[in-house]
């Protein structure tokens, strides 16, 4: 089983690009929440563990994780209301984000007790690393079971507004690369942290793999760089193609048995560009459509 720890959110998304004033059309999301659902439709065995409300918008977004096969046994619940994350999207359909958090449910996750015996990887990042005291639980369960040797994978996935301490964060982020296997990361959000690949590299992670938006993507490793191009389509918004990057690449290593950082130390060329261009295809897919819509196996391998 692959557990994805994080924030699960409405997203509201203009129904037009370029208009400050265009009607929001609530969105399920959240990077985690994208990540479980792209890996439930992928085929993957998925579970979410996160602390979800009991408001409307929380049973919506539980409802979704049992409809696309994702486990909710590690959720947790509470009355608190849902953070929302306001988007607005540019002339090429790249999205940032407004994001109203305060005294929300997400926040207030707590760290839950040993987890199912059938484990073998977990998968962290966006605001649930940023927004305490939410964040300190899950920094806790990434280390418990790194120590344990479930493999970690982590995508900071940068949200600079709220993060009230750069430097402060950037020194929490290099405290969490000895736990992490695989660290994914946009070219934007390697910007904003350093960049220092190889120290990166040398602090923990088996592998590193960067996004490069339409340009593809690369992976560096001990033993070499391996890159894929991007795969061309018609981009209706980039929601959820960074998430969905995140599940491919899981389910990919899953699928294969090498859910571990010996194995992922391991590959070479031709199986990282294998890897590599199944993620860019899932991704890709998800930019052909609105909001953060992940492939389907079927689909991905159509």
Sequence with gaps: ??????????????????????????????????????????????????????????????????AENVSTELLQR?????????????????ASYAFHVAECADRLFTTPGRLPAGVRALSFGTCSLVLEPGASAYEELMRREAGRGVFVALDPNIRAGLIADPDAYRERFR???????????????????????????????????????????????????????????????TIGAGDTVNAALLHGLSARGLLSAE???????????????????AAALTCSRAGAEPPYASELHA
């Design 175 to 237: 405290g969490w690369l000895p736990y992490v296997s695989l660290l994914k990361l946009s070219e934007e959000d390697a910007h904003w942290l350093g960049p220092d690949v190889p120290g990166w590299l040398a602090a923990g992670p088996a592998a590193v793999v960067v996004t490069r938006g339409g340009k593809g993507l690369t992976a560096f490793t001990a033993g070499g760089e391996f890159s894929v191009p991007g795969v061309r389509v018609d981009v209706v918004d």
């Design 1 to 66: 089983m692959i557990v994805v720890a994080g924030e699960a959110l409405i997203d509201l998304v203009p129904g037009s690009r370029g208009d400050a004033l265009a009607p929001l059309l609530p969105a399920r999301g959240g990077g985690p929440y994208n990540t479980a659902v792209a890996l439930g439709r992928l085929g993957a065995d998925v579970a979410f563990c996160s602390r979800i409300s009991t408001d409307a918008f929380g049973d919506s977004l539980v409802e979704r994780l049992r």
């Design 263 to 281: 194995a992922v130390a391991g590959l070479d060329g031709d199986a990282w560009t294998e890897l590599l261009g199944l993620a860019a295809r």
């Design 78 to 94: 509470g009355p608190e209301p849902t953070s929302l994350a306001v988007a607005s999207l540019g002339a090429d359909g790249s």
